[in-house]
């Protein structure tokens, strides 16, 4: 029967003292005592059966079948080494792939995508439009979704940010839409067939009646906050998908934001086995939604 092989951390004392043929210089680099280094030794010699090691006058000197084991760990050890830093590398650039609701990607994500560049330029990022429950793993390496469905206890769901709503339209229709905050009667209201119920939850938080308005249907939700900008009527818009077209005077919020009751997380599988490149998209989209949490309350 083969013998079992030292163990690894007795080699990797064992390189560390040949290198400078001194146990307490070892010890240091290694950030060990000097016994421990010298236990490690002493169990690489038994081990072998020979002497590695001379000592004299409080000094150690390699001996010849010292020296031999010292070139060949020396070699084998380092090519493990590299081994590693090439995996890790390869898993530090590894393509990431990330489902995304559609109007959440194109109105939220993408456009904040390039400030993920400029800190890991060699991220490599592949967003996939989709909503509702997925499957990770086949494809997909995490999820983007608002918790309207019942999460899979499998996955990890990482919260990013609650879901403020309110009614948008084109900032110089402002006053034939609305009067004082309040809808006008007659003001055209935009709907998605994506999210059919997003005017009658908003009308059930603040208490808004919606009879009397001519409707607009659109078969997708950034279809309605497109129409809106176009001055089609009224939509209702998710404060993080209109926000940067607040910013740009693109849509006015007449009545402000309410929070209702959802929120959007990033779903991973929950074995705690992610890549470093998962890690990075992670941590910056983690970091990216707690700078952007919600509407302040005059918004």
């Not at 967003?127 to 997909?140: D, F, N, Q, Y």
Request: aromatic content about 8%; charged content about 20%.
């Amino acid at each position: 029967m083969k013998r079992p092989i030292t163990s690894l951390p007795a080699l990797e004392c064992f390189r560390a003292a040949a290198a400078v043929e001194s146990i307490s210089k070892a010890a240091e680099k290694l950030n060990l005592t000097h016994g421990a280094v010298s236990r490690a030794v002493r169990l690489l010699e038994g081990d072998i059966g020979t002497a590695l090691f001379t000592r004299r006058n409080r000094a150690v000197f390699l001996t010849d079948e010292g020296r031999r084991l010292a070139q060949a760990v020396a070699h084998g050890l380092g090519h493990i080494e590299a081994a590693i830093r090439d995996i890790r590398a390869e898993q530090a650039n590894a393509p990431v792939t990330v489902s995304c609701e559609p109007t959440l990607m194109m109105r939220w994500l993408i456009p904040r995508i390039p400030d993920l560049k400029r800190m890991h330029p060699q991220a490599d990022i592949r967003l996939v439009a989709g909503g509702g429950p997925v499957t990770l793993g086949e494809g997909i390496d995490l999820a983007i979704r608002r918790d309207d469905f019942l999460l899979p206890a499998a996955y990890a769901a990482e919260p990013l940010f609650c879901e403020w709503v309110g009614p948008v339209c084109r900032p110089d229709l402002h006053e034939r839409f609305f009067d004082n905050g309040h809808l006008r009667p007659g003001a055209p209201l935009l709907h998605s067939r994506t999210r059919m119920s997003a005017w009658q939850s908003w009308a059930g938080l603040t208490g808004t009646p919606l009879g009397g308005h001519p409707d607009l249907a659109f078969e997708h939700f950034y279809f309605s906050l497109q129409a809106a900008i176009a001055g089609l009527g009224v939509a209702i818009g998710p404060w993080h998908l209109v926000r940067d077209d607040l910013s740009a005077g693109l849509l006015s919020s007449p009545a402000g934001f309410l929070k209702d009751g959802s929120r959007y997380v990033l779903l991973s599988p929950g074995n705690g086995q992610a890549s470093q490149a998962q890690t990075v998209f992670r941590d910056w989209l983690t970091q990216l939604a707690v700078a952007e949490p919600g509407p302040s309350s005059g918004e």
